[in-house]
């Protein structure tokens, strides 16, 4: 099962950028795409295609994928991008859930604690947006924190 969070960018905007062209979406000579996503400048995929000043606007572009796939920076997260939105500051992301599976006998046979912290964003403002997701817990014993 997998989750998906839409992160908003709430700050005021990144500092000018050279400008581009109504056609454009990227830096001139930069890959406007990964894949089926595109990639709107002030993310980019390659050196000097985004705002440099952190790597948060850096986009992996997996080419082992078939369609090649983006992902948030290759962070010990491994976020990959569904959609960026300019328009709504919004960086659309996908990541898993945490879980526990256990036996019939009740022992635990798997477990996995995903946490997403934005902490070292807050620079930046990132949320969680709280109008396009939903954080759900189910099961027996089972507890979640936001």
């Known amino acids: 099962m997998i989750n998906i ?8 905007p990144p500092p000018p950028s050279p400008p581009l062209l109504d056609s454009q ?12 996503v595109k990639i709107p400048h002030p993310f980019g995929i390659n050196q ?3 705002l440099s000043e952190t790597k948060l ?3 992996d572009c997996d080419q082992s994928f078939q369609p090649p796939k ?12 569904l959609n960026i939105t300019l328009d709504g500051g919004e960086l659309v992301v996908m990541v898993s859930i945490g879980k526990d599976c256990y ?13 997403l912290r934005l902490g070292d964003y807050n620079y930046y403002n990132l949320n ?3 109008s396009k997701n939903k954080f759900t817990a189910v099961g027996c014993d089972t507890y979640a924190l936001l």
Do not use: W
Not at 5 to 12: H, K, P, Q, W, Y
Not at 70 to 81: A, E, H, K
């Open 128 to 130: 969680i947006s709280t």
């Open 25 to 36: 979406i990227s830096l001139p000579g930069c890959p406007d795409r990964c894949g089926e």
């Open 5 to 12: 969070f839409v992160l908003a960018a709430m700050a005021s």
């Open 70 to 81: 983006p992902f948030l920076g290759r962070s010990m997260y491994d976020l990959p991008v």
């Open 57 to 59: 606007f850096f986009i």
């Open 48 to 50: 000097d295609c985004f």
């Open 103 to 115: 036996n019939k006998d009740g022992v635990q046979v798997y477990h996995f604690n995903f946490r």
